[in-house]
C-alpha cells in the first residue's frame, strides 16, 4: 500500500489525489461525468479519492448490501456513466472514483487486495431495490470487463458485485486493539466491517434469495480441483498469490504463480496476466540454465491464470544479509567475521553476475533485479525468481512498468538496468540502506567509502559500483541533491571533529523549512500512517514535531501551535491513543502550554470501552496522559480515569492476557502481541511505574515488574549474548517500537523503584542487542535512531545508579561519535539541511516515529543538548533536563 503513495512527490511521501505527473499517469484522466453539473435536487461532495452524490431529503441507512461496479482503464469511463445516469434516473446515492488515475492507484500491484478495483457504489434502500439494481446494470453491462472483486460475491459473469458492509462512516477497536471501519449488530454493539479477501457477510445477516445462485456458481468454481495441492502461501499481492504446492501425480513439491485478469495494473497500464505472459516467456527463453527456475506447466482455473514453476529451495538474499551480516547480528565483529562475510558476500555476488550474464546470453534482460528476488540456496549457490519484468535485450526502448527503489537507474534500458541493478546489489550486501542513492544519487560515493574503508571488498569492487550508480551529471532541479550544510563523515582514527549542535541544528532547520501551514490535512510531511490517522498526531503528525523541537531546545513556533490548535478544533482526532490520536495531542498541547485546549480535547474523547493494552495506541498511552495532565493541571478526575485504567491493565497483567483489555464481543487475536515499549507489556509497564509515583501503591510495581518479565518471556538469547525479540528465521528487532531497545529502557525505569534480579540480570544482553552498527532505517521506532538513544541513556548504568556491566567500549565519547556517525550514513539533504529518510528508505520524513523529528530527539539524548521543562524552549550545552520520550524520566547524555 505504501508504494501508492510515492507517486505524486518525488522526496516526500504524498496523497494520490495530488499526482499530477510521470511515469504511468494519464493525461486524459478525467471521467465524463466530472464535468457534468450536478442535478437539480442533488448533493455531490469530493472526499479524497471519492466523489459522492446523493438526492437531497433521502435519508440513507447506516449499512446494508451494496452494489460495486468494477472496471478496466479502457472501459472505466463507460462504466461511470452508465452508473450516473441509472442512479440519477431513479435517486439512488452512490460514489464513484475522481477519475482514472485513481482507478489505476487503487488497482496497482500492491493496493489492498480485498478491495481493489472498484470504481463506483451504490448504496440501494433495501433488498427489492438491490436486485432491481444488478438486474437492470447486468443487461446494460453485459459483455464489459473488471478485475474481480476479492471480498464481493460476483453478479454473474459481469462488472458487478455486491457486499454488505457500512453505508455511513462507523468505527469500532478490533481484536488486535485497531480503529477500524464498523458495522453495527442487531444488538446495537459496533463491530469491525471487515474486508476480506473472499466474501465473508455477518453471521447474522441473512443472504437475499436471489443471490444464492450467485453464491453456489463461486462455490463451484473454487471448488475446482488442480492437478496440485496447496500447502501454504508464500506471498499474495494484488495480483494474486504465490503458493508452495505439491503435485498429485508423484508429490514433488512446485510453486503455484497466479495472475489475475485486469488485476496489478503497472505504470505501463498491463496487468497481471500481461506480466504473466512475460514471465512465461522468459522461462521459457532460459530453459535448462542453472538457477532459473524451470516452468512445468500453465493452466487457468476459474478465469485466474497460473504458472507451475520449479520451486528453489533457500533464503531470499534479503534475508541471508539480515542473519549473516557481521553488523547486523554481531555486536562487535572480529576482522575474522568481517574478512568471513565479505567473502561470502562477494561469492554470492559473483554467482549473481554470471547468472544474468548467461541470461543476457540468451537474449533477455532479468528487470527485476534486487535483494527479494536472489535466493540463496542452502550451499550458497544462488536462483533468480520473479521474471515477470523481463524483457527482450533488443528492445533497448522497453522499460518494465514496476521498479525497486534503488535499484532501477533513472535513464537505464536495455541489459544496462541488470548492471545498474546488479551494482545496486553489490552495495547493498554490505549497508542495506543504500537505496537512499535514489533520492540522492550523488551519496553513492560516501556510502562506497564507508563500504571500502570498513569492508575487505576486491580490487575494483568499488569501481564497478561507482560506473553504474554514480550520477554522470548534476541534478540542479532536484533538491534532494543540493549540498547539506553539515556533513558528517565515516568514524576513524583520523576522521575530524564533528560539531554535533550544528548537526542538529541543520536537522532542526530541514525540519522547519519543509511545513505546510497552507494546508490543512498536514503540517509536516511524514509516514503514510499520517494520511490513515490524520496529520495532527504524536508519531507521525504535527504534535510530535512540535514537541521534539521543543524539548530538544529548537524553540517554540507559534505559527505551527496556531495549526494545530485550528486542526483540532476544525477536525476531532480519528483515534484516542497516545501516539496516533487524541490523548498525545492532548498532551502536547498541555506541554506548549495550552492546558485548557488540552482538558477540552481529552473531555472530548472518553476512554473508550475497548481499546488494546499498548503504549501506541491502547489504555497504557491513554492512561499515563490522563495521569500525567493529573499532576500538570491538578484535575482529580483525570487521575481517577488514569486509575481506572490501570484495574483493567493490571488485570490483564496478572492473567497474562492482553485480550482481556479489549471487551467483549470480539474473536482471539490472529497474531501475537509484539513485545517491546510501543505495542508490548512494556508500555503498560511504563504507565504502571509513572502511576506508582503518583500515588505511591507499591502494588503498581509489582504488576509493572510481571508486564516486563511477559516481554522478556518472548525475548530469546543468541550466540553473541542479545537478548532479543526474533522473528524466527528472518530478523532479530532491537528496535524503540518492537524489541531489545524500548524493553531496556522500560526495565530502567523499573529498577529506579523496584529491584528484580531478573529484569537487572537482562540489561546487558537487551543493550548488546542494540549494538548493531547498520540498521535497514535511520528512524527513532525502529531504526537506528533508537539504538543510539538507548545506548545513551543506559550504556553508563540504571538511573537508580545501577550498572550494566557493559565492557568499555560502549562507554565514553568515542564510542557515542562512532554511533552518531553510523547514524549519520543514512543522511540525505533537503533544501540544503540534514535529513532523513522514512520508512523502507523510499521518502524523507520529517515526523518523529519515523523521520527527522525522530532522529533529533536521538541526537540530543546522545549529544547532551539541552531542552526544556516546560515549554521555555532554553538551550544549554551540557546535561539534558527533558525526557527523552513521554513518561520517561530525565537523563543526560555525555
Known sequence: MMQIYTLADPLFFEEPTRWSGGVGFIREHAFTVSGTAVPEGWVRKERGVWVSLRPQGRTTAEQGWKVHLSATLENADRLCSAAWDYCVERGIPFKHLRDRNMLLVFNAKYSPRGSSGKLVTVYPRDEEELRAVLTDLSVELKGEQGPYILSDLRWGDGPLYVRYGGFTEMTCVDEHGETVFAIRHPDGTLLPDRRRPFFDPPKW????????????????????????????????????????ATRRTDGSQVVLKEARPHAAVDANHHDATTRMERESWALTALRGIPGVPALYDELDVAGHRFLVEEYVEGQPLNVWCGTAHPWVVMAEPTAEDIESYTRRAVQITDRVEALIAEIHARGVVFGDLHLGNVIVRPDETVALVDFELAFDATDTDWRPGLAATGFAGRDTNGVARDLYALAALRLAMFLPFSKITALRPDRVHRLVRTMCDNFPVPAGWAETILSHLAPSRGLPDSPATEPVEVEVGPAGPDAPAVDWRAVRESLARGILSSATPEREDRLFPGDVHQFVSG????????????????????????????????????????????????????????????????????????????????????????????????????????????????????????????????????????????????????????????????????????????????????????????????????????????????????????????????????????????????????????????????????????????????????????????????????????????????????????????????????????????????????????????????????????
Do not use: K
Open 205 to 244: 445477516v441473512e443472504l437475499p434469495g436471489f443471490l444464492q445462485p450467485h453464491l453456489d456458481s463461486r462455490r463451484d468454481g473454487a471448488g475446482a480441483e488442480l492437478p496440485y495441492l496447496v500447502r501454504r502461501a508464500l506471498h499474495f499481492s494484488n495480483a494474486g498469490g504465490v503458493y508452495l
Open 535 to 894: 496529520g495532527l498526531g504524536f508519531a507521525y503528525g504535527a504534535a510530535g514535531v512540535l514537541w521534539a523541537l521543543e524539548a530538544t531546545g529548537h524553540g517554540r513556533h507559534p505559527e505551527h501551535e496556531r495549526w494545530l490548535l485550528d486542526a483540532v478544533r476544525r477536525d476531532r482526532p480519528r483515534r484516542p491513543g497516545f501516539y496516533d490520536g487524541t490523548a498525545g495531542i492532548a498532551y502536547t498541547l498541555d506541554h506548549l502550554g495550552y492546558p485548557q485546549e488540552a482538558a477540552e480535547l481529552l473531555d472530548r474523547q472518553p476512554v473508550p470501552d475497548r481499546a488494546n493494552i499498548s503504549m501506541f495506541s491502547g489504555y497504557a498511552g491513554i492512561g499515563a496522559a490522563l495521569a500525567h495532565l493529573a499532576g500538570t493541571q491538578g484535575r482529580p478526575e483525570h487521575l481517577t480515569a488514569a486509575l481506572a485504567v490501570a484495574d483493567r491493565l493490571a488485570d490483564a497483567v496478572e492473567r497474562g492476557d492482553p485480550g482481556t483489555a479489549r471487551g467483549p464481543g470480539l474473536p482471539a487475536p490472529t497474531r501475537p502481541l509484539e513485545a517491546g515499549l510501543m505495542r508490548g507489556w512494556c508500555g503498560v509497564a511504563l504507565f504502571l511505574v509513572r502511576l506508582f509515583e503518583r500515588t505511591g501503591d507499591p502494588a503498581l510495581l509489582d504488576h509493572a515488574a510481571r508486564a516486563v518479565g511477559l516481554d522478556l518471556d518472548r525475548c530469546v538469547t543468541t550466540a553473541d549474548g542479545w537478548l532479543v525479540v526474533e522473528e524466527a528465521g528472518v530478523r532479530t528487532m532491537p528496535y524503540l517500537d518492537v524489541g531489545s531497545a524500548g524493553i531496556a529502557l522500560v526495565a530502567a525505569e523499573l529498577l529506579a523503584h523496584r529491584e528484580d534480579d531478573r529484569v537487572r540480570a537482562s540489561l546487558p544482553g537487551l543493550l548488546r542487542a542494540c549494538r548493531t552498527r547498520v540498521s535497514l532505517q535511520a528512524d527513532l521506532f525502529r531504526g537506528m535512531a533508537g539504538q543510539v538513544a538507548v545506548l545513551s541513556r543506559l550504556a553508563n548504568g540504571t538511573p537508580d545508579g545501577g550498572t550494566n556491566d557493559m565492557t568499555g567500549d560502549m562507554r565514553g565519547d568515542a564510542a557515542e561519535d562512532r554511533r552518531l556517525r553510523d547514524l549519520c550514513e543514512h543522511a540525505v539533504s533537503f533544501q540544503g539541511h540534514l535529513a532523513f529518510t522514512g520508512t523502507r528508505g523510499f521518502r524523507i520524513s520529517m515526523d518523529l516515529a519515523t523521520g527527522g523529528a525522530g532522529v533529533l530527539l536521538a541526537m540530543s539524548q546522545a549529544t547532551g543538548s539541552t531542552g526544556s521543562t516546560g515549554g521555555t524552549g532554553s538551550t544549554g550545552s551540557t546535561g539534558s533536563t527533558a525526557p527523552f520520550l513521554p513518561f520517561f524520566s530525565p537523563r543526560g547524555g555525555r
